[in-house]
């Protein structure tokens, strides 16, 4: 499964519902049907993208976000969370915050994210 594949599905989980426990499930009965192989691309691609916001500052968000209660466990569903939200909030959520002509483009978004 390449990264087109990957967030195919993270897009039509969330069209079928926006339960989190009901999309998981969804998203396990999907990759059901693939081959091992697809499965292990699947995972591979989810923990490079988990790579990509695991960092402080995302954590500081969540913290913001969560009410001050976001602990290794909070923050770790929350990078799901984020990672379902799709391919543009985690990106405009995975970028280097130190350009500041970047920040001017994406703010506007970021402030709807969170």
């Known amino acids: 499964m390449d990264l ?12 079928k519902t926006s339960d989190p ?32 916001i695991d960092t402080y500052r995302v954590w500081g968000a969540a913290w913001l976000v969560c009410g001050g209660l976001c602990s290794d ?8 969370w984020l990672i379902g939200q799709g391919r543009d909030v985690s990106s405009d959520v995975a970028w280097d915050f130190e350009d500041d002509e970047e920040m001017e483009r994406r703010y506007p978004r970021l402030t709807k994210i969170f």
Do not use: C, M, N, T
Request: proline letters at 2%; glycine letters at 12%.
């Open 4 to 15: 087109e594949g990957f967030w195919a599905l993270i897009e039509r989980s969330g069209r």
């Open 21 to 52: 426990d009901e999309r998981a499930e969804w998203l396990i009965d999907a990759l059901a049907g693939y081959p091992a192989a697809g499965i292990v691309d699947f995972q591979l691609h989810l923990d490079a993208l988990r790579g990509r």
């Open 73 to 80: 466990d909070g923050f770790w569903y929350f990078q799901a």
